[in-house]
């Protein structure tokens, strides 16, 4: 089964650009999306196919997908960014989830 | 959107069979969303559990090996989850969520916490 790989945290200092990656093999043959769960919610959708927002999420929320790296970049970040980010995608009849990113703004 | 029913089973027992039902509201059931479920043990991460399109298409994850059923009553706007025999490995967050095109989740409803213990 396909498999995607993240880092377990990321930091970034208040104002900076985070960038949050996403491991797979040739995973630019995929749509990747993803998603921020904050504490005690449910995970909501931030970009989809690769770089699409959906309405109401900031301009600051971009993706870009190449080679074996999908990356979610948030750029401006504040404190309100905190959360886990997860990517997702399909693949041969499966919803295929990342481990999971913590975003930390120092 | 997408609402579980009721406020859902709290505990089971091992071997015990989980039941769930989401509802949907606004776009009808039946408008090409595919609709699912996932869960997410406590401090863990995301797993999917199924997916079923109106006219019953399914897709599981084979990693719970037959014990997932997904369902789909579109006459109630509503598509349901049971998993059989459970274990302490079950315990988690459940999640019913409608997907675009088979593809990703758009939207996710609120969770309920499945504990399964003797």
């Known amino acids: 089964s396909y498999e995607l790989t993240q880092p377990v945290s990321v930091s970034v200092a208040l104002g900076q650009t985070a960038r949050i990656t996403c491991g797979g093999d040739?995973?630019?043959?995929?749509?990747v999306h993803w998603h921020r769960q904050m504490p005690g919610q449910a995970p909501v959708l931030v970009i989809y196919?690769?770089?699409s927002r959906p309405p109401g999420i900031p301009e600051r929320f971009s993706g870009s997908n190449s080679g074996n790296t999908a990356t979610l970049t948030i750029t401006r970040v504040h404190g309100g960014d905190e959360g886990i980010y997860y990517c997702?995608?399909?693949?041969?009849?499966?919803?295929?989830f990342g481990g999971g990113t913590t975003l930390t703004v120092l | 959107q997408v609402q579980l029913e009721g406020p859902g089973p709290g505990l089971l027992k091992p071997s015990e069979t989980l039941s769930l039902t989401c509802s949907v509201t606004?776009?009808?059931?039946?408008?090409?969303?595919?609709w699912g479920w996932i869960r997410q043990p406590p401090g863990k991460g995301l797993e999917w559990i199924a997916t079923?399109?109106?006219?019953?298409?399914?897709n599981y994850n084979s990693s719970l090996k037959s014990r997932a059923i997904i369902s789909i009553d579109t006459s109630k706007s509503q598509f349901s989850l049971r998993l059989t025999s459970l274990t302490a490995a079950d315990t988690a967050i459940y999640y019913c969520?409608?997907?675009?095109?088979?593809?990703?989740?758009?939207?996710w409803s609120q969770g309920t916490l499945v504990t399964v213990s003797s």
């Open positions: 969520a409608r997907l675009i095109g088979n593809s990703y989740v758009d939207v």
């Open positions: 997702q995608l399909w693949d041969i009849n499966s919803v295929v």
């Open positions: 196919r690769d770089n």
């Open positions: 079923v399109y109106h006219h019953g298409n399914t």
């Open positions: 606004g776009p009808s059931i039946k408008s090409g969303y595919y």
């Open positions: 040739s995973i630019e043959n995929y749509s």
